[in-house]
């Protein structure tokens, strides 16, 4: 049944996938990392807030720390742990402690940042742009 609803349905998927997602398969991310892959800073960076941007986690829509890392490779949770520490510090990202434990989110009023670090451009930020250019 579920086949011949998504059949009949395709060409409406853009404006319907929000809600009726579970229709079609899951696509795989693009930029799901490979084992052993390494990142630069910037590309780092990019992942982690495309990924929070996507998924609405702007202003007071916050997620757990640990979805932070979601997307970033094994071996490099630590630059993880770095780069959130530089972005919170900087204010792209707020942190809010929480009885359950901290959760971060995207500052609205830093999206014209973010949305420049996403394209992996300068964010207009040097303190910033001076941790991302360290490699």
Known sequence: MREEVADTVVAHRALLANE??????????PDAP?????????ELVARILRRMKGNGQIGAAHAPVAAFFKG?????????IEAGQILVHHGVLRCKPTGIGPRVSIEPTMLAEVE????????GLSAVEDWLGKE
């Open 72 to 80: 970033v490779p094994e071996h490099q949770k630590g630059l993880g």
């Open 116 to 123: 420049r670090l996403i394209d992996l451009g300068s964010s």
């Open 34 to 42: 490979s084992p052993g892959q390494h990142l630069s800073r910037r």
């Open 20 to 29: 009726f997602g579970c229709l079609w398969p899951a696509e795989a991310e």
